[in-house]
């Protein structure tokens, strides 16, 4: 079983259209939870970073995580053709050198 | 708003040549990685590096990978003798780990294509 696993997509919506993107993961002792966006040949850029179990708001940016059930989710509301890009979940447990395990990404195309 | 810095942007080189990637991590962090991703793949964990030592590594960092913080501000990432299934984005990123704040913030990436 892989350690983060994320739908590839192409997740195609309308602009203006919730986005919502999740991940599932299989450590428990994973507690730290992070979303990035990559466009193509960039760098990740960190969305939202959340600890442990629960909700975060960040503007149009909205994360989830149930640590209950391995589930760690994104919320995009009213997005835009600018949001079209790939979105990695990243995890982290505490004490292993701060190393990040990555989902493949799903990529996301919201059409004007 | 401070940012990781890496150069070159692109970097091409021969099968069993030594390469030398250089990031500027932001300057009041004070852990730094160093990750890879091979074209339609995931992002990937090689190396993270705390108070001048390696912290953690992957199997992927194995001796023909080295990483040096030669002075205050540049952190390298050095392949003694590049392979073809080298050839990937690499990424550098750093993270304050201050408070327990381990948010990471990633380069631009160096594109390595070894022929």
């Known amino acids: 079983q892989k350690e983060v696993e994320q739908d590839p997509g192409p997740l195609s919506v309308p602009e203006g259209a919730i986005v919502s993107l999740n991940c599932t993961y299989s450590?428990?002792?994973?507690?730290?939870f992070m979303w990035y966006r990559q466009y193509s040949r960039k760098g990740p850029e960190l969305l939202m970073y959340?600890?442990s179990s629960g909700n975060k708001e960040d503007g149009r940016f909205t994360a989830q995580v149930d640590k209950s059930s391995k589930y760690i989710s994104l919320f995009i509301r009213d997005s835009q053709p600018s949001d079209s890009a790939t979105y990695l979940c990243a995890t982290m447990a505490w004490g292993a050198g701060n190393k990040l395990t990555f989902g493949g990404g799903t990529r996301v195309l919201v059409k004007p | 708003e401070p940012e990781v810095t890496q150069t070159p942007s692109h970097q091409v080189t021969q099968m069993g040549q030594e390469v030398i990637l250089r990031c500027v991590p932001i300057?009041?962090?004070?852990?730094f990685y160093w990750y890879r991703q091979i074209l339609g793949q995931k992002v990937e964990f090689l190396v993270s590096?705390?108070?001048?030592?390696?912290?953690?590594k992957s199997e992927i960092f194995d001796d023909q990978f080295s990483v040096e913080r030669p002075d205050g501000s540049n952190f390298t990432l050095k392949i003694r003798s590049t392979k073809l299934e080298d050839s990937a984005m690499y990424f550098c990123?750093?993270?304050?780990?201050?408070?327990?704040?381990?948010?990471?913030?990633f380069g631009p990436g160096t594109r390595l294509t070894v022929l």
């Open positions: 959340t600890y």
């Open positions: 450590n428990s002792a994973f507690q730290y």
């Open positions: 990123a750093s993270s304050e780990a201050a408070n327990g704040n381990n948010e990471q913030f």
């Open positions: 300057s009041n962090h004070l852990y």
């Open positions: 590096f705390y108070n001048n030592e390696i912290s953690e």
